[in-house]
């Protein structure tokens, strides 16, 4: 398909490229390429390729030279489609979009806020590298995007995780100097995605850089106010305009002498920013990706900032601490220790968890991140670990709690091959009949498909009452 591209913005794009403008325009006659990057909190690059390989699932899955544990795939691959994309092994994102959550480097136990987050895919790869430990705030103005971020955390069995639909500056009043690294992925006129989505060529002609410039700006200075001293911000961008890269970090730097940048070192095909080195620019002509600006930057110690942490006080935050229906630090709220059912589940799942972190809300039980304070005033879809519904004093696990395990790590569980008709089934929600042989006993099942969790059933004998979350069912 031939793309219209707009003058002003083959001007724009003519005066940053000067010589390479040929061969920039050269690259709208080759087809995009996709990407597949591994979950590696449930496996290795080396594994997935293996297996997927071996199962016929995808072959020529090569590498991508700027991802350790990305790769490209071949076009007509239906990795969407197949029992491993339900298991949360690997998500399906554009090569060069993989990057910034590549290059922040998020340690385990680090608090981590994705501030402009759905639908996922960035935030998906930095939870995977906390493996479990710390926090993971995934942020989404829109509700409805937020709601299918909420999705692919949990289908990637990241359990750490705060979602919210809120604007950066509320954020910021209730969590100023909060988090050890934050990732602003700003929204932008789409410039470097114009070849994978002819369609944002209308956005660019309705609004353009100048649209976008001043949201950048004001999404940046909310971030900075919520990063730790010490702290690494990622500011992105999948597009070419100064306006929305370079001249934003500057202004960053001009007025902010807390922040400086870090360097990101290049890789082949890989360019320093536009009168701004250390910044990295990706150009479809010179990589196999489509577009994008990426900036790293730290904020330096400062002696005269606010000590106060979240929930100290109104004063502080502008938001006080929500009080959670029986909660008592360091103990377990009455209602999950006097539940029968829930206790016993517990004894199932491996590792410790701290009776103080689970909270219930309504019927909802919910695990908590460390050391993390709800704010009231905010709009959360989740808060921790959504672990089961307790309903007539019967306690049912969820799905989001499934997906964290596996069937080395539960108890009592079964695992399907990839090829066995039934994975399917289950996955449509349908009861699962058992030969003699795989008998199982009564109670909670966790499902799997070559030992990878797919979800849960209730089992009896040679029967599996399907307990798939219907939402997520195969259609």
Same mark, same amino acid.
């Given at each position: 398909?031939?793309?219209?591209?707009?003058?002003?913005?083959?001007?724009?794009?003519?005066?940053? $490229?000067?010589?390479?403008?040929?061969?920039?325009?050269?690259?709208?006659?080759? !087809?995009?390429? #996709?990407?597949?990057?591994?979950?590696?909190?449930?496996?290795? !690059?080396?594994?997935?390729?293996? =297996?997927?390989?071996?199962?016929?699932?995808?072959? %020529?899955? +090569?590498?991508?030279?700027?991802?350790?544990?990305?790769?490209?795939?071949?076009?007509?691959?239906? $990795?969407?489609? *197949?029992?491993?994309?339900?298991?949360?092994?690997?998500?399906?994102?554009?090569?060069?979009? /993989?990057?910034?959550?590549?290059?922040? !480097?998020?340690?385990?136990?680090?608090?981590?806020?994705?501030?402009?987050?759905?639908? %996922?895919?960035?935030? +998906?790869?930095?939870?995977?590298?906390?493996?479990?430990?710390?926090?993971?705030?995934?942020?989404?103005?829109?509700?409805?995007?937020? =709601?299918?971020?909420?999705?692919?955390?949990?289908?990637?069995?990241?359990?750490?995780?705060?979602?919210?639909?809120?604007?950066?500056?509320?954020?910021?009043?209730?969590?100023?100097?909060?988090?050890?690294?934050?990732?602003?992925?700003? !929204?932008?006129?789409?410039?470097? /995605?114009?070849?994978?989505?002819?369609? &944002?060529?209308?956005?660019?002609?309705?609004?353009?850089?100048?649209?976008?410039?001043?949201?950048?700006?004001?999404?940046?200075?909310?971030?900075?106010?919520?990063?730790?001293?010490?702290?690494?911000?990622?500011?992105?961008?999948?597009?070419?305009?100064?306006?929305?890269?370079?001249?934003?970090?500057?202004?960053?730097?001009?007025?902010? =002498?807390?922040?400086?940048?870090?360097?990101?070192?290049?890789?082949?095909?890989?360019? *320093?920013?536009? %009168?701004?080195?250390?910044?990295? #620019?990706?150009?479809?002509?010179?990589?196999?990706?489509?577009?994008?600006?990426?900036?790293?930057?730290?904020?330096?110690?400062?002696?005269?900032?606010?000590?106060?942490?979240?929930?100290?006080?109104?004063?502080?935050?502008? =938001?006080?601490?929500?009080? /959670?229906?029986?909660?008592?630090?360091?103990?377990?709220?009455?209602?999950?220790?006097?539940?029968?059912?829930?206790?016993?589940? &517990?004894?199932?799942?491996?590792?410790?968890?701290?009776?103080?972190?689970?909270?219930?809300?309504?019927?909802?039980?919910?695990?908590?991140?460390?050391?993390?304070?709800?704010?009231?005033?905010?709009?959360?879809?989740?808060?921790?670990?959504?672990?089961?519904?307790?309903?007539?004093?019967?306690?049912?696990?969820?799905?989001?709690?499934?997906? +964290?395990?596996?069937?080395?790590?539960?108890?009592?569980?079964?695992?399907?091959?990839?090829?066995?008709? #039934?994975?399917?089934?289950?996955?449509?929600?349908?009861?699962?009949?058992?030969?003699?042989?795989?008998?199982?006993?009564?109670?909670?099942?966790?499902?799997?498909? *070559?030992?990878?969790?797919?979800?849960?059933?209730?089992?009896?004998?040679?029967? $599996?009452?399907?307990?798939?979350?219907?939402?997520?069912?195969?259609?």
């Amino acid at each position: 398909m031939k793309i219209q591209l707009p003058e002003a913005y083959k001007e724009s794009v003519k005066a940053l $490229l000067g010589e390479e403008y040929d061969a920039y325009l050269e690259s709208f006659q080759h !087809p995009f390429k #996709r990407g597949l990057r591994v979950n590696t909190l449930k496996w290795t !690059p080396q594994e997935c390729v293996s =297996r997927m390989s071996r199962n016929g699932i995808c072959h %020529g899955l +090569t590498p991508i030279p700027w991802i350790s544990n990305g790769f490209f795939y071949e076009e007509g691959a239906k $990795l969407s489609k *197949d029992p491993y994309y339900y298991a949360g092994l690997y998500y399906l994102q554009e090569p060069s979009a /993989m990057m910034p959550a590549s290059v922040l !480097p998020v340690q385990p136990g680090d608090k981590v806020l994705d501030l402009c987050a759905a639908p %996922g895919g960035k935030s +998906t790869e930095l939870g995977a590298k906390l493996k479990g430990k710390g926090l993971l705030f995934a942020n989404d103005i829109s509700t409805s995007r937020a =709601r299918a971020l909420l999705k692919n955390l949990e289908l990637f069995g990241i359990p750490g995780i705060c979602v919210a639909s809120e604007s950066p500056e509320k954020l910021a009043l209730a969590y100023p100097e909060y988090f050890d690294k934050i990732l602003v992925d700003a !929204p932008c006129s789409g410039e470097g /995605m114009f070849r994978k989505e002819p369609d &944002m060529v209308k956005d660019w002609v309705e609004k353009g850089p100048g649209y976008y410039g001043p949201i950048q700006r004001e999404i940046v200075e909310q971030a900075i106010t919520m990063l730790k001293p010490e702290g690494i911000l990622v500011y992105s961008t999948c597009t070419f305009s100064r306006t929305e890269d370079e001249e934003v970090i500057l202004e960053v730097l001009k007025k902010h =002498r807390e922040m400086e940048l870090v360097p990101i070192p290049r890789f082949e095909g890989a360019c *320093d920013g536009a %009168g701004l080195p250390g910044c990295i #620019r990706l150009f479809p002509h010179k990589i196999p990706g489509e577009g994008h600006f990426l900036a790293m930057l730290r904020k330096k110690e400062s002696g005269e900032r606010d000590k106060k942490q979240p929930g100290l006080s109104a004063e502080g935050t502008g =938001r006080m601490p929500k009080k /959670m229906p029986g909660e008592m630090p360091g103990k377990m709220p009455r209602r999950l220790e006097k539940n029968r059912e829930f206790m016993e589940f &517990m004894e199932k799942l491996p590792g410790v968890y701290e009776p103080g972190r689970f909270f219930v809300l309504q019927d909802s039980v919910y695990y908590l991140p460390e050391d993390f304070t709800v704010q009231a005033g905010l709009r959360y879809l989740r808060t921790g670990l959504f672990v089961g519904s307790i309903k007539n004093e019967r306690f049912e696990p969820s799905q989001a709690l499934a997906m +964290t395990l596996g069937q080395d790590t539960f108890e009592d569980s079964i695992s399907f091959s990839r090829e066995d008709e #039934r994975v399917i089934r289950y996955l449509k929600g349908e009861t699962i009949l058992l030969t003699d042989r795989e008998k199982v006993k009564k109670g909670w099942q966790l499902v799997c498909v *070559d030992g990878f969790a797919l979800g849960f059933a209730k089992g009896a004998g040679t029967v $599996l009452k399907n307990k798939y979350y219907p939402g997520w069912r195969w259609t």
